[in-house]
């Protein structure tokens, strides 16, 4: 059977499954649209979050950044898992027992005020609406690439598959069907790295094979590709670091703060039937999180040896010269499967030298050495450019496995991408519906009310998904850090001073979440351009680029939570104590006794 | 909750806990995996340099034994205090 052939099965039955699941649990009251009738077990819930939280770029770009920068590529790996000690500890056990359906809900009860509750909405729609962009677009190339269909088409599918599970089943309906992409997501992703692993070390598990020997030699996997690498100019592997180390230890506490405070990971723990099982549902998280993220460094570091070893073959298996007039493969005697990549973009070969042969190396080293070498063999500068995202979606089919593991790939990154986007407009929609109609417009709602708007906003962030992913602004490339910004400087302290602070009021909070998104917005639109319009960066008036200490504004989240936190303290300390009842609230949440199944009663 | 004072050694017991939770947190990533990572590689475990190791694979186990030895410890503090869940 031919590849195409094979990838409509897989995916094709991946498809029904979800659909079967929507037919199952659809949702005849608030409580199972906006927390899924409040009894999910917390292994299943744990299942469930791993696979909202984990996104099309877990799946299809992470390894290959990681790939790219070497050590340094860590942050993603321990800012993206770290979270969930935070989210465990400081947010989600107090959130259950507090026991209502929003994140907002909980801003505006125990500040007291509506309007802190509506900020709160803001920053919440401001951070799903950005991450929706990059999984709608995630869904077209993979349909795109996979499939050869037209990404339209792809995210037309997407959206479909999505509104049958999304609107009738609301979070029953997506918890189940979560539960069932986490299982295709992780079979997609580990069975590659499986073999690849047995190629090249001879060990079946890919976190041991990535600190094993090269098969049938003595040297570490990690030596080699350290010495591969460098000797084609690029860094050290295990120590490189893209920018300064204060840059990668605050990305990777932006990345922690920014995880714990996301409002849609966080509303997978209202769905637990209580306080016990909110904590232990985190650890299983995290448990099925790490089953991906222990294996993607594994992928990243063997996609670039083998990576290398198709275009230089020799300098890997034999210690040989890459530099030597053979050394390169020729162009056209180039495997297939960088024919099928050249014709999607992805891969790019210009022979600069004109030698039919492909040279890979960096050209833009500092080392003299590989400089000179580089000159005397005639190399004109590096000739291959790869796209990050080949180094998952390729790797199969650069280790020469089977189609129906390169199906299963495509199946995998599209329920990646498809669980975490309908955990987003499960975001969007319960904050629209509970905390902005029921909340603040409609309070006398009934509840078959409720459901219908719940419902009707929905479908409508549905298409507004579909429509951003089929015409992304340009600037859907930085959205990503922006989403993690505002969750880290607005969300995570305001929640993290409501529960751990009995005195914090609402002036205090109002003003922390205002001025920590702010100075946040200012950095990142300082880079990116005033809400990312090309041609606005105002990098000169902040005294140039990365000027805060070298700080990239990826990075900002965590010195936006800082001003968050100060300036609340200031502002709180001015002003006068919250209301009685409130203290006494704060008092409740913190203790689990008297949790009940959440019904969202007010 | 029976009383003020009661109530207060419940919280001072789980800020304790989080504490303790937290330091391990922050030397395992911001310590072993990054500030000293350098250092670390000298010592290797197995083909991996050990800072390496810390970024690239231990933290994230670290982080998972963190998270349900916090879970443990607070059923055992909510037990003491009599707070616990029917």
């Given at each position: ?10 995916v094709g039955?991946?498809f ?123 869904v077209g190339?993979a349909f795109?690439?996979?499939l050869?269909v037209s990404s339209a088409t792809g995210i037309y599918v997407g959206m479909a598959i999505v509104f ?250 599209l329920?990646?991408?498809l ?47 579909g ?136 | ?86």
């Open positions: 059977m031919d590849l195409q052939t094979t990838t409509y099965i897989v039955l991946s029904a499954l979800y659909i079967g699941i929507a037919i199952w649990a659809r949702a005849g009251s608030t409580s199972e649209f906006y927390v899924a009738g409040g009894g999910v077990h917390p292994i299943t819930n744990g299942m469930a979050t791993a696979a909202d939280w984990m996104s099309a770029a877990s799946f299809i770009s992470m390894a290959g950044l990681i790939s790219n920068m070497g050590y340094g590529g860590g942050l993603f790996l321990m800012g993206w898992t770290g979270g969930y000690v935070l989210l465990a500890m400081l947010l989600a056990p107090y959130l259950r027992k507090f026991g209502k359906f929003t994140v907002p809900q909980f801003i505006g009860d125990r500040f007291y005020s509506q309007s802190a509750r509506t900020v709160a909405v803001i920053c919440l729609l401001i951070a799903s609406i950005t991450y929706i962009i990059g999984q709608m677009t995630g190339v795109s690439r996979f050869g049958a599970y999304a609107v009738f089943g609301g979070m029953k309906g997506i918890t189940y069907t979560q539960v069932a992409q986490y299982i295709v997501l992780i079979i997609a992703y580990t069975v590659p790295a499986v073999f690849i692993s047995l190629q090249l070390t001879g060990n079946p598990l890919p976190q041991l094979g990535l600190g094993s020997d090269m098969a049938g030699t003595s040297v570490p996997l990690l030596a080699k590709l350290d010495s591969v690498v460098q000797e084609l100019g690029f860094d050290k592997y295990t120590t490189a670091v893209p920018g300064s180390k204060l840059n990668m230890f605050l990305y990777t506490l932006s990345l922690m703060i920014g995880t714990a405070g996301l409002p849609h990971v966080i509303m997978r723990f209202f769905t637990v039937p209580s306080v016990k099982d909110a904590r232990a549902s985190a650890g299983w998280a995290l448990v099925f999180i790490a089953l991906l993220y222990t294996v993607a460094p594994a992928v990243a570091a063997m996609a670039k040896m083998n990576l290398i070893r198709t275009i230089n073959p020799g300098i890997v298996m034999q210690n040989a010269d890459p530099y030597g007039p053979d050394a390169a493969i020729k162009y056209d005697e180039r495997p297939d499967w960088m024919k099928r990549w050249e014709a999607t973009g992805l891969l790019k070969f210009e022979d600069k030298n004109g030698d039919g042969r492909i040279q890979y190396y960096n050209d833009k080293t500092k080392n003299a050495d590989v400089k000179a070498k580089a000159e005397a063999a005639g190399w004109k500068g590096n000739e291959l450019n790869v796209n990050a995202d080949i180094m998952v979606m390729a790797n199969p089919e650069i280790a020469l496995l089977p189609n129906w593991v390169i199906a299963l790939v495509a199946a995998g990154g329920a990646a991408a669980s975490t986007a309908a955990g987003l407009l499960m975001a969007i929609s319960s904050a629209v519906s509970h905390d902005l109609i029921k909340g603040v417009f409609k309070p006398d709602i009934s509840e078959k009310g409720e459901l219908m708007a719940g419902k009707v906003s929905m479908a409508v962030a549905i298409v507004v998904a429509w951003l992913g089929l015409n992304p602004p340009g600037f859907a490339a930085g959205t990503v850090a922006l989403a993690f910004g505002i969750a880290a400087s607005s969300l995570f302290p305001a929640i993290m001073m409501g529960i751990f602070s009995k005195k914090m009021n609402k002036e205090g909070a109002m003003a922390g979440m205002l001025s920590g998104l702010f100075v946040t917005l200012f950095y990142v639109f300082a880079h990116k351009g005033l809400f990312f319009i090309k041609g606005t960066e105002y990098t000169g008036l902040i005294g140039g680029p990365n000027s805060f200490f070298g700080v990239t504004p990826e990075a900002f989240g965590a010195v936006g939570a800082a001003v968050n936190f100060i300036v609340a303290y200031l502002v709180d300390k001015v002003t006068k104590e919250p209301p009685e009842h409130i203290q006494h609230m704060v008092e409740s949440v913190r203790v689990p006794r008297g949790s009940s199944i959440i019904t969202g009663a007010h | 909750m029976s009383s003020d004072s009661q109530s207060h050694a419940y919280w001072r017991a789980t800020l304790g806990l989080l504490a303790q939770v937290l330091v391990i947190w922050f030397l395992v990533s911001f310590g072993a995996g990054i500030m000293f990572a350098g250092p670390l590689d000298s010592i290797k475990l197995g083909g991996y340099p050990l800072g390496f190791w810390f970024a690239h694979q231990g933290s994230i186990y670290v982080f998972i034994a963190l998270i349900f030895y916090y879970a443990y410890k607070m059923g055992q503090i909510d037990r003491r205090f009599d707070v616990h869940e029917e």
